[in-house]
């Protein structure tokens, strides 16, 4: 054991009474008691781990959160299919209806549909669920978003991490 460290290494107060050591990362230093115990009770908090596969990591709740994936936006994002002027035009002459009885059947003008049938206006996600149903045809597809990473910490919130250090040494500023 080596002794002879007077000053903390984390927040380089001078150690009075006896040091500490703490292993961070591999690295082995010499903490005084104030930052001993808030390293302590940052251990404290997480359970005895077993060899089991990485749970949930728990977050300590703290002053600035991290910025989390906005999941809202994974639902209800539905986009209209490219070729909707095609399923369109081929489901409506399958059933032998002209655009005026479609154009009926959905509650809009002959000219609205004669214009999403040649392409020319993509029908909103209301019009296009009313064509969907009337038509039997799917026209909407979910949106695909490219997914966050759900953590890229994991494990890292048992041990201690420099990142730790450099939050701790911010406390006392
Ligand atoms: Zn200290």
Known sequence: MVYDVRYCELCGALIRGSAHRVTVE???MMVC?????RLASRRAREPPRPQRP???????SRPAPRPKPRK????DRYEVVEDYAERIRRARLRLGWSQAALAQRVGEGENVIKRIEAGRLVPPI???R???????????????EEVFPASTRGAEDYTLTLGDIVRIRGEDE
């Open 130 to 144: 009313r064509l969907e149903k009337v038509l039997k045809i799917r026209l909407l597809e979910p949106v695909v």
């Open 26 to 28: 591999g690295v082995s």
């Open 72 to 75: 809202d936006t994974l639902y």
């Open 54 to 60: 990485p749970a949930p990591p728990r977050r300590v």
């Open 33 to 37: 008691g104030r930052c001993y115990s």
């Open 126 to 128: 209301e019009l296009a």
